[in-house]
Structure formats: C-alpha cells, structure tokens
C-alpha cells in the first residue's frame, strides 16, 4: 500500500506532515512525499523535509491515498495549485482516501471532492468561503469522516487525522 503525503515547500504545518506519516510508516505503509518542488521543504516549525517528488513527477494511479498538510505555505501554494488539484481528484473520485487538514481540506474542495460532504477545515474567512462556495458542509468537529474523504480542523488533531486516515486505508 502506497500514500501520498503533500506539504508546501515553504511553511507547511510541521505535525500535521510528521505525526501522520509516523502513524502510516508505523503500520508498514509506504509513503511518498510531494510538494510543488522535488528537494528540500521547510516547516512553519523548523522541520526540513525532502519531497520525493514534484506534483509533475505524481502519477495518481500509483497511490491508494493522498493526505495534504496545511500550513501557511498551504495557503500561499496549494490552494489554487491546479496539478496539485487534478492529483485529488483523481484519487478522491476513484474511491480512494482523500484527506486534508487544518487549510489543506480546501484543496479537496477546489477538486470538486467536498459537494455535499461533511468536511472540517481550520476556520478563517478564506477557507470558509472556498468550502462554502464548493458546497461542503462545514462542521465543526475536529476529524470528520465521510466516506473516503478526512478532513481535520487543527495541528492539535493531527493524530486523531493519522488514525482516521489509517483505519480508511485498512477498509
């Protein structure tokens, strides 16, 4: 089993990357790490990251899950990122897990993926407004499960986000 983890190259949510992926690499799932760049990324939080690959280099087909951190850089580079876009929606529409946290759910918004679904989404005007206007139904919970599409509001879920996302990919 294969995930793709995606982080902005530049200011993404250090935990909101790290503790998932321990939560998956723990449970002997491969991960694969992107960004809008193949190298080296940094972390709101000092965390340096090597991307695997860049989101040219992605093949959607090669993964069973995407999981897209938030962060500032979230914000300033994925949102409207349109290969990043067309990566979730192809995993997400395929039925595979699609999952985002704190700013990153509004990627899986702008990918058509959250009409009519349940999502969390850490709350600022911009991000409610993109959520609003893709018709998610915004809740405010901390982890929110909808099918195979997880959405978390916050840094602090992190871990409950990795468990959530865990148990989808096990179904």
Known sequence: MKVLLVIASDRFMDEEYTVPKKILTDAGIECVTASTKHGTCYGMHGEIVESDLSFEEVNPGDYDGIVISGGIGCQDELWRNEKLIDIANKIGTAGKTAAAICLA?????????????????FDTPASKRVLTLDKAE?????????????????????????????ASLQK
């Open 105 to 121: 759910p509004v990627v899986l918004a702008e990918a058509g993926l959250l009409a009519g679904k349940k999502a969390a989404v």
């Open 138 to 166: 915004i809740v405010d919970e901390k982890v929110v499960v909808d099918g195979n599409l997880i959405t978390a509001k916050t840094p602090f879920d992190a871990k409950e986000f990795g468990n959530a996302v865990l």
